[in-house]
Every structure is written in structure tokens, then in C-alpha cells.
């Protein structure tokens, strides 16, 4: 019912930036929470970013200060803005939604396929 594409992702050497994003398709009622997450190689899918439908955000201490979560309603589309990338943030990074799709009454949540971020040193 929801789909999500992401787009972004790539090598970059340390000290770089990179922007990804993701649109969500579909029946799709309303969104609420957009976020993303990050899986490094034996390590757990870890919160990166979210931002609610009403503007707040909230980010890992890890990247606070270095990325930004940025989201158009309109196109329900989310974007996250990575900066001053360090090796340490080499994963596979994944859009994360709770939607309510049409004729539903319940939120779900969805993600996408991720995408491969590796920052070298």
C-alpha cells in the first residue's frame, strides 16, 4: 500500500557530504513520523534522524551537528543532509515511515530497500 524509494547514497571520502532521499508512494492518508536508520556490517539497525508530521526532530548524539532531516509534506518526500562524514558512518542507511493508508485506521510502518553509504578514510 505505502512504497518507499530512496536515492543518495554512494562513496564519499572522509570530510565529504551526501544527501539521500526518500518518497514515499501509495494509498497513503496521512504520515506521520519520517525518519532514518543505519546498519553498520555486525552492528544493530540503529535510529539515525526522525521528524514528526508536526516539525520536531531528533537526532543520534553521534551525528548531531553533522546531518540535518528535512521532509516536504507536500510531496511526502524525506531528505537527510550528511556532513563532515566520518568512516564511523559507513552503513546501509534506510528510510523509515508510519503512514496510515487509505481506508485504514491503523498506522504501519514501512521501509525502504536502503541504500549503501560508505565514507573513506
Known amino acids: 500500500q505505502v512504497q518507499l524509494v530512496e536515492s543518495g547514497g554512494g562513496l564519499v571520502q572522509a570530510g565529504g557530504s551526501l544527501r539521500l532521499s526518500c518518497a514515499a508512494s501509495g494509498s497513503i492518508f496521512s504520515i506521520n513520523a519520517m525518519s532514518w536508520y543505519r546498519q553498520a556490517p555486525g552492528k544493530q539497525r540503529e535510529l539515525v534522524a526522525s521528524s514528526t508530521a508536526g516539525g520536531s526532530t531528533k537526532y543520534a548524539d553521534s551525528v548531531k551537528g553533522r546531518f540535518t532531516i528535512s521532509r516536504d509534506n507536500a510531496k511526502n518526500t524525506v531528505t537527510l543532509q550528511m556532513n563532515s562524514l566520518e568512516p564511523e558512518d559507513t552503513a546501509v542507511y534506510y528510510c523509515?515511515?508510519?503512514?496510515?493508508?487509505?481506508?485504514?485506521?491503523?498506522?504501519?510502518?514501512?521501509w525502504g530497500q536502503g541504500t549503501q553509504v560508505t565514507v573513506s578514510s
Open positions: 523509515n515511515v508510519v503512514a496510515t493508508p487509505y481506508r485504514d485506521l491503523g498506522s504501519y510502518i514501512y
